[in-house]
């Protein structure tokens, strides 16, 4: 039945790529959807058995995919604990963000390709996290790439979505392209790609450190910084906000870019044994976390704040997965899959309530025309800011930011930068809250609440992400642990150095002490003395350090003038093939050579008497010179 | 016979539709149309035949042997194991289709466009069938000729600049080969007292290195001229552009695989020392062509144009796997040669179907037609993918063997070669954005595909599909081909046993397998 699960998406998007066009909108809307929750009903069913069962994972063959020499994949399928808390993921939320998406696209006229790519986008990322070997896992993994690439360019009119499309597929494709070489590294060295096979082989194969390992770790770390977007290729996912707002809920909050993480978890056994490599880690999540927040503070775009949010938030479970804190990455991403998917679809309604207009400051005084989607947006806000006991954020980016100092791996540097991410979160989080809804309303709409179809799915999200939490608690508070304790049979529990309750709690405390003061700080600066902050931020180097970061550190400048412009240089300069030069000059020269002789034919006596007369003279020197010389 | 046969039906099915055309053209595009398909169905009896014995594809499926100039040592000798085999079904397939997208394209002389057509396929057929080297030259020159008058006849504006490039490159390179034919010939009689120019007789020629260095070279050159590496490739741009649509598809989809099997058959077999030697050059050279042809693609402003250098870019990856020396890079380089084949073919035909719509071959006149050709968009789509190697699509098995096999073999030219596959990202997708996405002003009122076009469009998603999801029937006919061959030459030579091809590949090839 594990098949069924991926199959059934693959099976929806089949019948609306080729179909699609002749059905009705609502037929579609019930393949689509329909599919969707039928696989979210077999995962939980499934999910159901295979935690009374009592085993430790559940394989399905499918079949042979390629044999050849020593080499050999198949399709096979695995679910144990990590695939599971992805597969609920992706097919719960995924299912809430279809049903969504029948109302937020309900008037586009590309109705039917809108769910094949997004029916497309889910049997790929199943397909990822069931995946037993790490070429199938590869197949989604590019798979799931192609699909973000048709929904980012989804509105294909406008040239800069086109672009905005093709840069996140490119820059995405770079990782991959570190991840491909980690593959052959892999199996020249363990002779297989079965995920299983190299992760109890490795131990034996490589000591600590060894520098083979090391290096398979660090091109792994390649794949996944490149489609979880974190530094140094986190520049396409701001631009991929390009696409419907549903996609940027799915594909670039939920579940894709979290992919990183996920093949992170799933090898770390082998960056156990590359302590560079997984230090390498929690310092690409600490700077990606403290670069996005500082980012997201001063963007005008809706979508953008958010997008740039997830970096940080993705930036945390780096860090986590780099201190060790295996179970509290993934409990971070299911809590932030909730909150953020509810974030980007209460964005959506407003989005779609102000008639497509996504700058904030032409919104404002929305509590009172949307107060439904202004209460959700709040409940996923305060997640995201995790304001302590009464969200789900709160419990797991604590546990992070406690871990951060107190594992083995940990640093007194990641917990300070960690809590000062808090901090950032909590102020660009409630600068978007009080700059869309409070205040005057600054736009020319007329806004209404979307309909129960955009609407049920967002009470949904904004009970999970407020229940979520509570699987989880931390040691100062009854220490609950149901949810590291279902992934244990896959991932190894954190190894802590600090046990002090009074340190956890003053961590706790300080955390949530910046969170208020960041909130109070928005509420100044937006709200109360937005005079006074205008004319700070108008200071020279304010205003210099807000230009900075509003184009995210300028990384896009740089990669411009370091990649992109000398590749479309030289392409420009070279489309006539230098090479080709080469030829048509020996044709030309030929052709020279022809003209040349041809010319001594003129048909003149005089010319051909003399040319006699010359050769005559040369030989006869030629035989003299022989003779005498 | 029955390898005579494969020759002889579509030899007679071009001189039944030249005769046949004269009374009515669309007689004879039935006639070339039904020769193909009758020789497509001959092929995958065989091929079906044989796939139910286990093993079988491990020796040679049939040999017939007739002296023709006995005098020379020359005989009519064909013989047929699992690379001819999945060779010649891509021929006659492709073939098919070729007569099929020329339908409403050729207007005049159509009997003798459908001779030349077929005649080509004829060639193509002898080369992947012959067992006799001066028989091979003789079948290179047969696809050469037709080829000619394919692109002068009935190509596009500058047809003949094209045509004549054509002729010159290819036949620069085979005279070089024939000259290296004629060296082994004699090499092998002065050292053996046998004058001959049977294939399995010159296998393992004694002969010195720098002797077998040049005389590899020579052939070499021919193959890579038709493969085509850097930096022989500018013939291929200008004919594959000025070339008819059927021109561009047996062009891409066949031509250039007689080079890629030329090396696998001829080169790696006859001269495994000198290959070996010459390996990390090889290498270079397909590096080169993977990275050089890919940036050369993303500049064009034709269509076509663009389209023929992403095949000097995926033939890179031929010249990388064949020198990889492993059984996992061979399998490669054979479903590269495939998939390469169907991918390159389909864009082709989609270019063809697209200038006969527009009447333009420049990206800078096309652009939002996605709204008036959602389906024509759909199925670019997936060969668009397949060309910038998407897992699930067959070039993806293909490039990932050949990249996991030259790993093996040459770390830093795979990773140079890896990085190519950001480049095929980056042209790739140039292609939908320039087509299809985007803004027009212009209102179009085209028809999307017609059923004709979704004759041969929907086989050749169909095949690039099942050889990405399920590839092991080809993977399993083109088995082991390698080894058995280099085995077979080892048995008739039994004094030559030490560092030979052979032993080099069974080397690697055992240290790529641990047990899991």
């Known amino acids: ?629 | 016979m029955v390898l005579l046969y494969i020759i002889l039906i579509p030899m007679l099915g071009a001189l039944l539709s030249w005769l046949l055309a004269a009374r009515k053209a669309a007689l004879g595009r039935w006639v070339a149309l039904l020769s193909l398909l009758a020789g497509l169905v001959l092929v995958t009896g065989i091929w079906i035949t044989h796939a139910g014995n286990e093993g079988s594809f491990n020796q040679w499926l049939y040999n017939w042997q007739q002296p023709w100039i006995p005098h020379f040592g020359i005989s009519l000798h064909l013989a047929m194991d699992g690379l001819s085999l999945v060779m010649l079904a891509l021929t006659f397939f492709l073939g098919a289709l070729s007569v099929l997208v020329s339908w409403k394209e050729i207007k005049f002389r159509t009997g003798f466009f459908h001779f030349n057509l077929l005649f080509v396929i004829a060639g193509i057929a002898g080369v992947f069938l012959t067992m006799d080297l001066f028989l091979f030259y003789f079948f290179w020159e047969v696809m050469l000729i037709p080829m000619y008058f394919l692109i002068g006849i009935w190509g596009h504006e500058r047809r003949e600049y094209a045509a004549y490039k054509f002729f010159l490159f290819t036949q620069a390179g085979g005279l070089l080969m024939l000259l290296a034919i004629l060296g082994l010939y004699f090499v092998h009689g002065a050292n053996t007292g046998v004058y001959t120019f049977d294939y399995f007789a010159l296998l393992n020629t004694p002969m010195e290195r720098a002797l077998a260095q040049w005389l590899m070279l020579g052939f070499l050159v021919a193959f890579v001229v038709k493969l085509p590496a850097v930096p022989f490739h500018t013939w291929l741009p200008d004919a594959h552009t000025e070339a008819p649509t059927a021109g561009s598809v047996v062009l891409a989809g066949l031509l250039l695989k007689t080079g890629a099997y030329g090396i696998l058959r001829f080169v790696l077999p006859l001269f495994p020392e000198a290959a070996h030697d010459f390996a990390p050059w090889a290498m270079l050279l397909g590096v080169a062509g993977i990275l050089y042809g890919g940036q050369l693609a993303y500049s064009q402003p034709d269509l076509k144009r663009l389209i023929a250098y992403t095949s000097v870019s995926h033939m890179g990856f031929v010249l990388l796997g064949a020198f990889a020396f492993n059984e996992v890079a061979y399998q490669g380089v054979v479903m590269q040669m495939i998939t390469h084949g169907i991918s390159t073919g389909a864009l082709f035909m989609l270019a063809g179907v697209l200038y006969e719509r527009i009447h333009t071959r420049e990206l800078g006149r096309m652009g939002g037609l996605w709204p008036t050709l959602p389906a024509m968009g759909t199925v670019t789509m997936v060969f668009v993918m397949a060309s910038l190697g998407l897992p699930g699509l067959g070039n993806f098995i293909a490039e990932f063997l050949i990249l996991l096999g030259s790993w093996q073999a040459n770390k830093v030219m795979t990773i140079l070669a890896t990085v190519g596959l950001v480049v095929a990202t980056i042209y790739s997708l140039r292609i939908m954005q320039r087509v299809f996405f985007g803004h027009t002003e212009r209102q179009y009122a085209l028809p999307d595909l017609r059923p004709r076009e979704w004759a041969m469009l929907l086989p050749l998603v169909a095949v690039i599909l099942w050889l990405g999801i399920y590839p092991s029937p080809v993977l399993k006919t083109v088995t082991n081909d390698q080894l058995r061959m280099s085995n077979e030459a080892n048995n008739q030579k039994p004094m030559r046993t030490d560092s030979s091809f052979v032993m080099r590949t069974s080397i690697t090839t055992d240290s790529l397998i641990i047990p899991n």
């Open chain 1, 1 to 629: 039945m594990l098949w069924l699960i991926p199959a059934l998406p693959f099976f929806s998007a089949l019948i609306l790529i080729v179909g699609g066009r002749s059905l009705s909108k609502a037929a579609v809307s019930v393949i689509a959807c329909g599919s969707m929750g039928l696989a979210a009903a077999i995962t939980l069913v499934l999910g159901w058995q295979f935690l009374q069962g009592g085993e430790n994972a559940v394989a399905q063959h499918l079949w042979s995919w390629i044999q050849s020499g020593g080499f050999n994949a198949g399709i096979d399928l695995r679910l144990d604990a990590l695939s599971l808390a992805f597969v609920f993921v992706i097919t719960f939320v995924g299912f809430l963000i279809h049903v969504y998406s029948t109302g937020y696209m309900a008037e586009d006229a590309d109705f039917s390709r809108f769910f094949a790519c997004m029916n497309l986008f889910v049997g790929a990322m199943l397909m990822l996290v069931l995946a037993d070997n790490l070429l199938l896992l590869y197949f989604g993994w590019e798979g799931v790439g192609l699909c973000s690439y048709l929904l980012i360019g989804f509105w294909y009119k406008d040239p800069a979505n086109g672009y905005a499309a093709r840069k996140a597929f490119i820059v995405t494709r770079v990782g991959d392209t570190a991840m491909a070489i980690a593959l052959f590294m892999l199996f020249q060295h363990t002779g297989s790609l079965q995920i299983q096979t190299i992760l109890s082989g490795a131990p034996e194969l490589w000591s600590t450190g060894n520098e083979t390992v090391v290096l398979i770790a660090f091109l792994l770390l390649g794949g996944a910084v490149g489609k979880s977007a974190q530094l140094p290729l986190q520049t396409w996912l701001p631009d991929a906000m390009a696409g419907p707002t549903p996609v940027s809920a799915l594909i670039h909050a939920a579940t894709m870019v979290t992919a990183g993480v996920y093949l992170i978890a799933r090898t770390h056994v082998l960056f156990a044994l590359a302590p560079t490599a997984q230090t390498a880690v929690a310092i690409v999540g600490a700077i990606t976390l403290l670069l996005a927040g500082c980012s997201a503070l001063v963007q005008t775009d809706i979508k953008r704040v958010l997008a740039y949010s997830t970096i940080s938030q993705i930036g945390y479970m780096f860090l986590a997965l780099g201190v060790g804190a295996w179970s509290a990455a993934i409990f971070h991403f299911v809590t932030h899959a909730f909150f953020k998917a509810l974030l980007f679809m209460g964005a959506g309604a407003v989005i779609v309530a102000m008639h497509h207009e996504q700058d904030m400051f032409k919104m404002g005084g929305l509590r009172k025309q949307l107060p439904a989607v202004f209460w959700v947006f709040l409940i996923g806000s305060a997640s995201l800011s995790a304001i302590p006991f009464i969200t789900s954020g709160f419990y797991s980016k604590d546990q992070i930011v406690w871990l951060a100092w107190s594992s083995a791996q940990g640093h007194s540097a990641y917990w300070v930068i960690a809590i000062a991410g808090a901090f950032l979160t909590a102020m660009y989080t409630f600068r978007m809250v009080f700059l869309t809804f409070y205040g005057e309303p600054r736009g020319h709409h007329h806004p209404h609440t979307p309909g129960n179809s955009m609407m049920i799915p967002l009470y949904i999200l904004a009970a999970c992400s407020t229940l979520a939490g509570f699987v989880e608690l931390p040691h100062t508070m009854g220490h609950f642990t149901l949810f590291s304790d279902f992934l244990q049979p896959v991932l190894p529990a954190v190894h802590l150095v600090q046990e002090s309750a009074a340190l956890e709690w003053t961590s706790q405390l300080l955390a949530a002490g910046l969170t208020f003061l960041g909130i109070y700080i928005a509420w100044v600066w937006v709200i109360k003395k937005p005079d006074g902050m205008l004319r700070f931020s108008q200071m020279p180097f304010m205003q210099w350090l807000r230009a900075y970061w509003f184009t995210g550190w300028a990384f896009d400048a740089a990669y411009n003038e370091l990649f992109v412009h000398p590749f479309v240089r030289t392409a420009r300069m070279n489309r006539k093939d230098i090479v080709d030069r080469i030829y048509t000059t020996l044709a030309r020269i030929m052709q020279w050579c022809h003209d040349m002789l041809a010319r001594t034919q003129s048909g003149l006596l005089r010319w051909y008497i003399m040319g006699v007369v010359i050769g005559a003279v040369l030989i006869l020197s030629v035989l003299i010179w022989r003779v005498y010389v």
